[in-house]
């Protein structure tokens, strides 16, 4: 089944093409009173703001499942993006931010700069990517709000967001998001050698059940509360994935250094 996607926030600091055009795949006021801005053949109005937004950084965010069809809410109804359309510029932006300018068919006027900028357009609204700060952020000052804010959620404070240095604003998160940034910044001294191997997913998974065993909390199974090794041996998949995945991207979005 396509994942439906919809995203609330636009970025302090957006150029300005891309601020309105946002507005209009979200606001269904736009639909109905903003139909002058739409025109046939190029928009000089609009071509000094796409060229700033030609060197705005774009950053990957929540990257899509293998062959997943994205499905977004518009004010126009909702719209569908299937893997051919944006497998590209999620492929250009693995390997780090890029500009929009950068990436694949944005070559301008070319034929397909306009599916390019709808097609990055859809990607920020289902928060696949996000815009980066004009001036990043300290990525260090990032982590330590970030520790603060994942350890007080934990223990339930109503924190749903964490700071992002590379994009100047903070971005959702789930509750297990939260959970495994408090776990991973809970050693006083990080160690420099958190590399991707068993032995390093075992002290974490082990981590992650004594803060959670601290709050009063466990890991479930077929509604049965885990402890000890089995507790453990549940969370090493999850422990795993976060070194080699999560990790690495909450690093280029300035979360976590």
């Known amino acids: 089944m396509p994942g439906r996607r919809t995203n609330t926030s636009t970025p302090i600091g957006s150029p300005p093409g891309i601020r309105m055009s946002r507005r209009l795949l979200r606001r269904p006021s ?9 025109c046939r053949g190029l928009a000089p109005a609009f071509a000094r703001d796409f060229e700033i937004a030609g060197s705005t950084r774009l950053h990957l965010l929540t990257p899509p499942e293998v062959d997943e069809i994205l499905t977004i809410e518009t004010a126009f109804g909702d719209a569908t993006l299937p893997p051919g359309a944006y497998l590209a510029i999620v492929s250009a932006l693995r390997e ?42 300290e990525p260090a000052v990032a982590q ?23 994009l100047g604003s903070a971005v959702a998160v789930s509750e297990t998001d939260l959970i495994l940034f408090d776990s991973w910044l809970a050693e006083p001294e990080p160690s420099s050698d958190r590399g991707p191997n ?32 089995a507790a453990v041996e549940r969370l090493l998949p999850v422990a ?6 999560d990790w690495p991207r909450w690093r280029a979005l300035g979360a976590l250094v």
Not at 30 to 38: E, G, I, K, L, T
Not at 99 to 126: F, N
Not at 240 to 245: A, L, S, V, Y
């Open 30 to 38: 736009c639909a109905s009173f903003r139909r002058d801005v739409f």
């Open 96 to 137: 780090g931010p890029r500009s929009l300018a950068e990436l694949p068919g944005s070559d301008w006027p070319g034929s397909e700069w306009a599916e390019t900028i709808r097609t990055v357009l859809l990607l920020l609204e289902a928060r696949t990517l996000a815009l980066g700060a004009g001036t990043p952020g």
């Open 144 to 166: 330590r709000l970030n520790a603060v804010i994942a350890a007080a959620a934990v223990r339930g404070a109503p924190y749903k967001h964490v700071a992002c240095a590379a």
């Open 198 to 229: 068993p032995s390093n997913a075992t002290a974490f998974a082990r981590r992650i059940a004594e803060r959670l065993a601290r709050v009063g909390r466990s890991i479930q199974q077929d509604g049965q509360p885990l402890a000890g090794d």
């Open 240 to 245: 795993q994935g976060f070194i080699d995945t």
